[in-house]
């Protein structure tokens, strides 16, 4: 079984650009969902994906935007990149099924750095 | 206030000791509860999950869950130096999970 991988590892780009993490889910995971962990707190969800439709949003602006691909991979896209954008960005991967019921299984992060 | 409260600590003990972590929340819809543990500079890695108020072993972890209160605990027991990292709870009623701020526990050999 291979678990959720994400690239790349570490980032570093300046202020007002634009960057695009990626996300490959666990194998026979059919959902994806993005938190956001800055340093010395716990993880803040973005959004989730599923069948590669945004299944809900928190409270991150629309400069925030994602997809998901056929085979459940993803992609998290930040725009206009702000100093308080950088953080350690987490993808979950889970199976959500009839139950409603899921476990979410977390890749190791790209780490983000705006100057 | 925040949906979920925990103590960031740091918590340090000599190993074998009983680690025990604790969250609170505010909540009511939360029905899934659920211990990581993060190591520096990783990704969480789950722990524990739970969906009813009670008690769950696994190994060395017990997770406790009372909704009457809205209180989680995580014990350890046998403490170990590679038990040493950020253990965070978090919660969902739906889709997201609401995490607290994580406590930071360092188990001296």
């Known amino acids: 079984e291979t678990g959720v991988t994400q690239s790349p590892t570490h980032l570093i780009k300046t202020r007002g650009q634009q960057v695009t993490l990626r996300c490959s889910s666990q194998s026979g995971h059919n959902t994806v969902s993005w938190y956001q962990q800055a340093l010395g707190q716990g993880p803040q969800f973005i959004f989730q994906?599923?069948?590669?439709?945004?299944?809900g949003r928190g409270n991150f602006p629309p400069r925030f935007s994602g997809l998901q691909f056929p085979n459940y991979s993803s992609e998290l896209n930040v725009n206009a990149l702000e100093l308080d954008d950088s953080a350690l960005y987490l993808c979950?991967?889970?199976?959500?099924?009839?139950?409603?019921?899921?476990?979410?299984?977390f890749g190791p992060g790209t780490r983000l750095t705006v100057l | 206030q925040k949906e979920v409260e925990q103590d960031p600590g740091p918590l340090s003990v000599p190993e074998g000791a009983i680690v025990s972590l604790n969250c609170t929340y505010s909540?009511?819809?939360?029905?899934?509860f659920m211990w990581y543990r993060q190591y520096s500079r990783k990704g969480p890695e789950l722990l524990m999950y739970t969906y009813s108020s009670g008690n769950k072993e696994d190994g060395r972890f017990t997770a406790q869950v009372d909704k009457s209160s809205k209180y989680i605990s995580l014990f350890i027991r046998d403490s170990q130096p590679s038990d040493s990292a950020t253990y965070l709870c978090?919660?969902?009623?739906?889709?997201?999970?609401?995490f607290g701020a994580g406590t930071t526990v360092t188990v001296r050999a």
């Open positions: 909540n009511s819809a939360f029905q899934y």
């Open positions: 979950a991967s889970s199976l959500v099924g009839l139950a409603g019921r899921d476990e979410q299984f």
């Open positions: 978090a919660m969902s009623g739906d889709y997201k999970l609401s």
């Open positions: 994906y599923y069948r590669e439709e945004e299944n």
